[in-house]
C-alpha cells in the first residue's frame, strides 16, 4: 500500500513537473514574443533610415567588407527634437491626460463614495450600472457625443430653446469636447478602484474619530481619503496612462487646435508612411509614460499575485 | 449625516445620467424618419433595413464576429494557465517579468501596442516569411495577446478567493494535479471563465486601434467600418447601428451578471447545507 502510493506520486512527480514546465511556459512565450519583443522591434526600427521600399526602413546591420557593421541613425530623434511641432504634442497629451484625470477624480471619487455608502443590496447593481457603459463600443460612445455637441447638436438647440443663449456655442473641434469625451469614456476606471478601496474601509475608525469630537469634513480629510489613497492612485494611472496615447477621441471630438501624440503617431505612420519617425515617437511615448506604468504594475502585483 | 441629499448622492446621480443620457438619446435617434440627424420627423425603422442592404458592413461584422469568438476563447485558454501559474506556483524565474507583461497590457496605449506588433510581424515576415500576409491572423493574434491580460486580471480575482484546502483534499485523496485541475478547479472559477470569455470578446470586438495597425488589405473589421464612416459625420445608420451594438453588449453583460450572481447563491447554499450538517 505504502509502496504504491510512493509510486503513484513520484509518477505524479514527474507529469506534474512536466505540466508545470507547459502551464509557465505557454503563455510566458506568447507573451515575450507578442507583447514584450515587439517592443525591442520599435526601438530598433526607431534608429533605422526611411527609405522608399517595402518595408519602408533600412536594416540596422550592413555586411560590407565580410564585416557586419551596425548603422544607427539617431536622426529621427534629433528630428523630433528640432520640430516643436512633436514637443507641443507630448506636453499637449500630458496636459489633457493630467487634467482629463483630474476631472475623473473629482466626479469619480464622490460616486465611489456614495455607492460605498449606499444599502448593501443597491451595491452589486450601482457597480454594474457603473460597469456596464465601459463594455459598450468605445467608438460608438465618442459618436454619441459627436450628435450632441455639435453645432446645430442636441446641447445647443435645448440651451436655445432654454433662451440661455442666442449664439450656439462651438464646442464639437474644441478641447472642451476632448475632455468630456475623456470624462465620459474613462469615468468608469476612476469610480471601480476607489468604490473598491472605499467599501473595505472600516467603519469604526471614523465612529472612534467622531467620538473624539472630529466633524464630518475633518473625519472625511484626515482618515477616508488617506485609507483610499490606494484607489485614487490604481485609479488615477488607469485614467492616466491611455489618456496620453489616446487617438480615437482627438480625432473625432478633438479640433486643430488639440495637439495630442496619439494623433500625431497615427497620421506619421497612416499618411505620411514614416515608419522610423513613428518608431522613435512611440520609444519616447513609452519612457515618458514608464515612471507611471512601472508604478501601476508594483500596484497590481500585490493583487494579481497574492502574497508570494 | 443625511443619507438623501448629501453632495456624495447627488454626483453619483449625475454621474449615473451622464455615463447613460448620451446612449439614450442615440437610441431614440436610431428611430428617427429624417435624415437630419437633430430633427425629429416622426418614427421609422427604415435605417435598420438599410443596415442590412449594406453588404461591406455585413461582412465586417462577420469578421469581427469570427475574430472575436476565437481571440475571446484563446485567450481565456491562456489567461487561466497565466492566473494560476501566478496564484499557485509560488516563486519561479522570470515571475516578475511575467506579471510585468500580464499587467502592463491593461494601460499600455493602443498605439503603442498596435505599432509595434505590426512592426513585429513585419521583421517576421521579412526574415522567416511568416506571416505571408497581414489580415485576419495577425489581428487575431494582436487580439489574444491583449484579451490575455484582461481575462487574467478576472479568472486571478477568483482563484485567489477560492478554498484552496477543497484542491489539496482531492490532491491527498490521490487526484494528479491535471486531474484535481479539472475536476475541482474548473468547475469552482467557471462564472469567472464565463466573464472573462464575455469580456474579451465585447474587448475584442469593440478594437479600432490595433487592428488598424495590423490588419491588412483584404480585412476589414467592425470599428474600422464606423470609424471611417463616422469621420465624415453624423448619420442616421450608423445610430442604428450603434443600436443594435448597445443592444447586444447589454445583453452580454446581463448574462456575465446573471453567472456571476447564480453562482454566489450556490455558493452561499452550499456552505449553509454544510454548516446545518455539521
Not at chain 1, 507583447?35 to 527609405?51: D, G, Q, R
Request: proline share 5%; charged share 15%; hydrophobic share 55%.
Amino acid at each position: 500500500m505504502m509502496l504504491r502510493k510512493l509510486q503513484a506520486s513520484s509518477c505524479h512527480e514527474l507529469q506534474a513537473d512536466l505540466g508545470r514546465r507547459a502551464v509557465i511556459g505557454i503563455p510566458f512565450l506568447w507573451l515575450l514574443l507578442f507583447f514584450f519583443i515587439p517592443f525591442i522591434i520599435v526601438l530598433k526600427i526607431s534608429f533605422a533610415y526611411t527609405e522608399i521600399a517595402i518595408p519602408p526602413y533600412s536594416d540596422l546591420l550592413e555586411y560590407a567588407d565580410e564585416a557586419v557593421t551596425i548603422v544607427l541613425n539617431f536622426g529621427n530623434y534629433l528630428f523630433l527634437a528640432d520640430d516643436p511641432l512633436y514637443l507641443s504634442a507630448y506636453l499637449g497629451s500630458l496636459e489633457v491626460a493630467f487634467f482629463g484625470t483630474l476631472w475623473c477624480l473629482l466626479l469619480g471619487y464622490p460616486m465611489a463614495y456614495a455607492m460605498a455608502r449606499a444599502p448593501r443590496k443597491w451595491q452589486s447593481a450601482l457597480m454594474i450600472a457603473v460597469l456596464l457603459p465601459s463594455w459598450t463600443s468605445f467608438l460608438i460612445r465618442i459618436y454619441a457625443w459627436m450628435g450632441i455637441l455639435r453645432n446645430n447638436g442636441l446641447l445647443n438647440n435645448f440651451l436655445m430653446w432654454l433662451g440661455v443663449i442666442d449664439q450656439p456655442l462651438i464646442i464639437l473641434n474644441t478641447n472642451v469636447a476632448v475632455y468630456i469625451g475623456l470624462v465620459y469614456a474613462y469615468l468608469p476606471f476612476m469610480v471601480l478602484p476607489i468604490y473598491a478601496n472605499l467599501v473595505k474601509l472600516d467603519h469604526s475608525l471614523i465612529e472612534a474619530a467622531q467620538d473624539l469630537g472630529a466633524r464630518p469634513v475633518e473625519c472625511f480629510f484626515r482618515i477616508t481619503l488617506p485609507l483610499s489613497k490606494s484607489g485614487i492612485i490604481a485609479g488615477s494611472m488607469l485614467v492616466f496612462i491611455p489618456a496620453v496615447g489616446e487617438v480615437v477621441i482627438p480625432q473625432l471630438l478633438g479640433g486643430p487646435e488639440t495637439l495630442m501624440i496619439g494623433k500625431i503617431l497615427w497620421q506619421e505612420f497612416f499618411n505620411n508612411r514614416d515608419w522610423p519617425v513613428a518608431s522613435a515617437l512611440a520609444m519616447v511615448m513609452l519612457l515618458i509614460l514608464l515612471v507611471p506604468i512601472v508604478f501601476f504594475n508594483n500596484s497590481r502585483q500585490k493583487e494579481l499575485g497574492g502574497d508570494s | 449625516m443625511g443619507r438623501k441629499t448629501n453632495f456624495s448622492n447627488i454626483a453619483l446621480g449625475f454621474g449615473l445620467v451622464f455615463l447613460y443620457l448620451p446612449m439614450f438619446i442615440l437610441v431614440i435617434y436610431s428611430f428617427n424618419a429624417s435624415r437630419l440627424v437633430t430633427v425629429w420627423a416622426g418614427f421609422s425603422t427604415k435605417w435598420y433595413g438599410e443596415l442590412f442592404k449594406d453588404d461591406q458592413l455585413i461582412d465586417a461584422v462577420l469578421t469581427s464576429l469570427e475574430i472575436a469568438v476565437c481571440a475571446a476563447t484563446a485567450a481565456v485558454i491562456l489567461g487561466t494557465m497565466s492566473a494560476y501559474l501566478l496564484n499557485r506556483f509560488g516563486k519561479f524565474r522570470g515571475r516578475t517579468l511575467f506579471s510585468s507583461m500580464i499587467t502592463a497590457p491593461l494601460v499600455m496605449p493602443d498605439v503603442i501596442i498596435g505599432l509595434s506588433l505590426l512592426l513585429m510581424f513585419v521583421s517576421l515576415s521579412t526574415s522567416i516569411g511568416w506571416p505571408e500576409d497581414r489580415g485576419m491572423l495577425t489581428i487575431l493574434i494582436a487580439h489574444i495577446t491583449f484579451c490575455t491580460a484582461y481575462s487574467t486580471v478576472v479568472i486571478s480575482s477568483r482563484l485567489r478567493e477560492m478554498d484552496v484546502s477543497i484542491e489539496e483534499a482531492a490532491m491527498d485523496l490521490g487526484a494528479s494535479p491535471l486531474k484535481t485541475f479539472f475536476v475541482i478547479t474548473i468547475p469552482t472559477i467557471a462564472p469567472a471563465l464565463a466573464s472573462a470569455w464575455l469580456l474579451s470578446f465585447t474587448l475584442s470586438l469593440d478594437d479600432l486601434v490595433i487592428s488598424s495597425f495590423v490588419s491588412g488589405p483584404g480585412s476589414t473589421t467592425l470599428p474600422m467600418v464606423v470609424f471611417s464612416s463616422v469621420r465624415l459625420g453624423v448619420s442616421p445608420k450608423v445610430n442604428a447601428l450603434a443600436t443594435l451594438m448597445i443592444l447586444c453588449v447589454s445583453l452580454a453583460a446581463f448574462i456575465a451578471w446573471w453567472l456571476a450572481r447564480r453562482a454566489d447563491r450556490a455558493q452561499r447554499d452550499a456552505y449553509q447545507i454544510m454548516e446545518r450538517d455539521q
